[in-house]
């Protein structure tokens, strides 16, 4: 990367609840990222239309989704992006459906272009317990390590139920915010 490029760091919410603690950890984040002189994007999977992976196989045979929707755009996005920061709240041990329609149209040949990624990953729950979460860390953790992304940091909120009550936590905000900040330094170092 030379002097004059700036790095490009996207944070993708996958919480269906505006303004929440998923969306405000993933702010914090890009905050950070932003201060470190990285050029910051934010996208809400709610506002898009991400439709569910049909398993056509039309993406390998044709090179494109049989699905007309907003995903092409996306994923444009997170290819020319050197950091994603990922966030979703856990529904029922995994997930939103947002986040997991998104997830599964990973599946496609353009996913060799994800190689070397790196992610800083948000979770935050309304079980009190980090172990709510150990299925959605698990199966980022393989889509991680079978795509060769870096995993950065795994920000996990857990006893986080009402909306923006993340707020309430500095260390917690302080945490996001330096995982944005440091992992755009450690990069342009």
Not at 136 to 155: A, R, W
Not at 163 to 170: T, Y
Request: proline fraction near 5%; charged fraction near 25%.
């Amino acid at each position: 990367m030379t002097q004059t490029s700036k790095l490009f760091v996207l944070g993708i919410v996958g919480s269906p609840r505006r303004s929440g603690n998923t969306e405000t950890l993933v702010d914090k984040i890009l905050n950070g990222a932003e201060e470190a002189g990285a050029y910051i994007e934010k996208v809400i999977l709610n506002k898009l239309e991400i439709k569910p992976c049909q398993a056509c196989n039309s993406c390998y045979k044709t090179g494109n989704c049989a699905q007309d929707d907003d995903m092409p755009v996306l994923l444009k996005k997170m290819e020319k992006s050197e950091i994603w920061v990922l966030g979703t709240p856990i529904y029922w041990w995994g997930p939103t459906a947002q986040f997991k329609a998104f997830l599964d149209r990973w599946y496609h040949p353009k996913h060799k272009e994800f190689n070397k990624k790196r992610v800083i990953l948000v979770i935050p729950l309304g079980g009190g317990h980090e172990r709510y979460a150990r299925h959605t860390v698990g199966m980022f953790e393989d889509i991680f390590n079978y795509l060769s992304i870096n995993l950065l940091e795994k920000i996990l909120a857990p006893g986080f139920d009402k909306r923006g009550e993340v707020r309430n936590n500095p260390e917690l905000l302080k945490r996001a915010y330096d995982a944005g900040k440091n992992s755009v330094e450690n990069i342009i170092k």
